[in-house]
């Protein structure tokens, strides 16, 4: 039985590298040091994240730091190279076959195109019926009322059923993917930009249907995003990811009101406001270094006003700087 406080979903220590497999004559000339090994991206770097029963985790960092796929690696689309991915305490790769459907089925992604992310042959009933069907959730007997259900519980007019996914707009279109995800009956929602590339004015109603569904169907999200804003709208906690590791973790009052580590105050920095009087504004300085050739020691070393030798050496862990607030920064030390 799980309480309160232990985790739903957990990473643990989970690293991602992506690179080309060699061939067997590429293995033989590495062998002889015949060649060099291929280049590897470097997308996930020892990331430990848990996230609570009922709670909304936002994941947030600049474009290419990781973010995307420790969602797919959380929502078990892609493996890790190493580390350990636990459903209610259960490594994933130790489960049965019976807790691995049971995985499958709580756990559903909703993707940042939301024309990508359907079967443009497929009408929208067609789209919502299918997992249902082929996992036995309802029967076919059921199918009018189960499909009508779940388009309604998104905010979708079922009388649209009949139509392709290309003769809806974009808000429609993330409407008819959040209803094909609720009609397996999911306990985890891992959101990736499914926002991000919606109107603003669309976006806060999928936002505030995401709140609105988390309370009548005891959802948990991990909501990723680049949008500081969106994140300490809906979240409860955030998680700030740097070059493929989490540098900062609070809840969200704190990280917006008392942000530790360097990074997460230069994103704060540019977060558009509403002020009386002039606001300079502060990009971070520099580039997000590639992933193929992180820097060593602290990956947010090359950019950071504070860096000093032990950063551009020794990789900093996390530390409990304040209740629930961790940090991995030197200043901290």
Not at 46 to 70: M, N
Not at 96 to 109: I, N, R, V, Y
Not at 218 to 232: C, M, N, Q, W
Not at 255 to 281: C, D, M
Request: aromatic letters at 6%.
């Amino acid at each position: 039985m799980m309480d309160a406080q232990s985790p739903l979903i957990e990473a643990r220590n989970v690293s991602q590298r992506f690179g080309a497999k060699p061939d067997l004559a590429a293995k033989i000339a590495l062998k002889l040091k015949l060649a060099k090994p291929g280049p590897v991206v470097h997308a996930l770097d020892d990331v430990s994240l848990s996230i609570r029963s009922g709670e909304v985790v936002g994941l947030v960092g600049e474009s290419g730091c990781g973010k995307s796929t420790l969602g797919r690696v959380i929502a078990g689309i892609t493996s890790p190279s190493d580390g350990q991915v636990l459903w209610k305490g259960v490594d994933r790769n130790a489960m049965t076959g019976a807790q691995t459907k049971e995985f499958g089925l709580s756990t559903q992604m909703i993707f940042q195109n939301p024309m990508a992310a359907l079967n443009p042959r497929m009408t929208v009933d067609e789209l919502i019926w299918e997992a249902p069907r082929t996992h036995g959730l309802a029967r076919s007997g059921e199918h009018v009322g189960y499909v009508d259900k779940y388009l309604t519980l998104a905010g979708f007019d079922p009388t649209m059923k009949s139509r392709y996914p290309h003769q809806f707009s974009g808000g429609q279109r993330q409407r008819v993917n959040i209803a094909r995800a609720l009609a397996v009956q999911p306990k985890f929602l891992v959101c990736d930009e499914s926002v991000a590339a919606l109107d603003v004015s669309i976006q806060a109603q999928v936002i505030n249907l995401f709140m609105d569904l988390r309370d009548r169907l005891d959802l948990t999200y991990l909501f990723v995003s680049h949008d500081l804003g969106v994140v300490e709208h809906i979240s409860d906690r955030v998680a700030i990811m740097y070059l493929g590791r989490i540098v900062e973790e609070a809840p969200v009052e704190e990280v917006f009101r008392r942000a530790n580590h360097p990074y997460t105050k230069a994103l704060l920095a540019e977060v558009p406001r509403i002020e009386p009087g002039k606001r300079r504004f502060t990009p971070v300085v520099g580039e997000l270094p590639s992933p193929l050739n992180p820097p060593k020691g602290c990956h947010f070393h090359p950019r950071c006003p504070f860096a000093m030798d032990r950063c551009r050496n020794e990789v900093p862990l996390k530390k409990e700087i304040a209740p629930n607030h961790l940090s991995a920064c030197h200043l901290n030390g």
